[in-house]
């Protein structure tokens, strides 16, 4: 008897299993156009975001214009969101490339390693990029590696990536974009006939339609009258005195030590220093600003702050102009409980220690009894809950 005859296992798909019109350079170019721009933007104001946190500035970061951070960071987390369908789009539209056999040409073996390993490497920096500036954004950190820094590094990767990708890619990313989308010059062999349901302007709008809805959906973290649409925004622009909070005081463990009678802010220059109650600091000469405070996961809200000049608070210690300025918090951990506050910062006129917020007592979330709040500087470093100012020597 013979046996049953087993069914031939199913061949690995190779690039001649893709032959959708839709997989084209002439499609990938306009897309990839498109992302690159993204990836330059996310790219350039995430350095401006990474060297505002640093401690040493050998080019002191400006106090002006005060909504600066704001706007950079904005962009950064807009356009790192509006890549995520771009890139998806692309990898669709690239992945066949993968597949295709190597050359037995030297010369045109040495371009596809390259073109290959240009897209393997931005693909996985791309996606890690995003994903973890996603996780960021919402506060969910399943990792034990320093975000900063690690987002720091790939971001770098992403981009040389990118660069190689272009240079490999620019003789065939040119022809494409000075044709029309239909052209089929750099089209695969393996491409049929057939015009299919979706033609390539239509994938396209699709595209352009899709990445606009994401934008949509969270610039409103940035931009106030887009709130109403933005349902993916982490951050409303609700919260206490009309400003949202990343961190709480019991999320800092600072109730307590906040709401103590016995507070005292402690301001220090060498062997002088003064010690203020917050009824001490009321009775000094007060002062308002109006200034946003903006996070590196993108939202960002203005708001009218009341308080004391730091300027006013460093002169009672006889702290000369052009003083750095080390600020501790009443939390007890936490990475940014210490912070260094440039010469020009402190010196600015907007520089506040801020007692109040929109015509009310500092909320304690907001930093009560007292918070820094500068202009044009990362949310992170704007210290709440001051406990003690230092002048650096």
Not at 44 to 73: D, E, K, M
Not at 246 to 258: F, I, M, S, Y
């Amino acid at each position: 008897m013979t046996p049953p005859r087993l069914p031939s296992p199913a061949a690995l798909p190779d690039e001649t299993s893709f032959s959708s019109r839709l997989r084209s350079a002439a499609v990938s170019a306009r897309v990839g156009t498109v992302l690159g721009v993204c990836f330059a933007v996310a790219f350039l104001t995430g350095l401006v975001s990474h060297y505002a946190q640093n401690p040493s500035q050998p080019v002191p970061f400006p106090t002006s214009p005060a909504w600066g951070y704001r706007l950079t960071q904005g962009l950064h987390v807009i356009s790192g969101t509006a890549a995520v369908p771009l890139l998806l789009v692309k990898l669709w539209t690239v992945y066949p490339l993968l597949l295709a056999r190597p050359s037995l040409r030297l010369r045109r073996l040495v371009v596809e390693l390259a073109e290959r390993l240009s897209i393997l490497l931005l693909v996985g920096a791309a996606l890690f990029l995003l994903v973890t500036g996603l996780q960021n954004v919402s506060h969910w950190y399943p990792w034990a590696f320093s975000f900063r820094s690690t987002h720091y590094a790939m971001a770098w990767i992403a981009i040389g990536a990118l660069v190689l990708h272009v240079a490999v890619k620019l003789p065939v990313i040119r022809h494409a974009l000075g044709h029309d989308v239909d052209d089929t010059t750099h089209d695969r062999s393996e491409h049929g006939d057939h015009e299919g349901r979706l033609s390539r302007r239509g994938l396209l709008r699709a595209t352009w339609v899709a990445t606009g809805a994401v934008v949509l959906a969270t610039a409103g973290s940035t931009v106030p009258w887009l709130r109403r649409v933005s349902v993916l925004a982490v951050r409303s622009g609700e919260g206490p005195q009309g400003v949202p909070v990343n961190k709480t005081a019991e999320d800092a463990g600072v109730t307590d030590l906040a709401r103590d009678p016995g507070y005292r802010l402690e301001v220090v220059n060498g062997a002088r220093s003064v010690s203020l109650t917050r009824e001490d600091l009321l009775a000094l000469p007060q002062r308002s600003e109006e200034l946003p405070i903006a996070c590196v996961e993108g939202w960002s809200a203005s708001g009218t702050w009341s308080g004391v000049r730091l300027r006013d608070l460093l002169d009672l210690v006889e702290a000369p102009p052009g003083s750095e300025v080390v600020l501790r918090s009443l939390q007890e951990s936490g990475p940014f409980r210490v912070t260094l506050l440039p010469a020009n910062f402190a010196d600015d006129d907007r520089t506040l220690v801020a007692l109040g917020l929109a015509g009310e007592e500092l909320d304690i979330d907001h930093g009560y009894p007292a918070r820094l709040i500068a202009p044009n500087r990362p949310g992170v470093l704007q210290t709440k809950w001051l406990g003690t100012i230092e002048v650096r020597t």
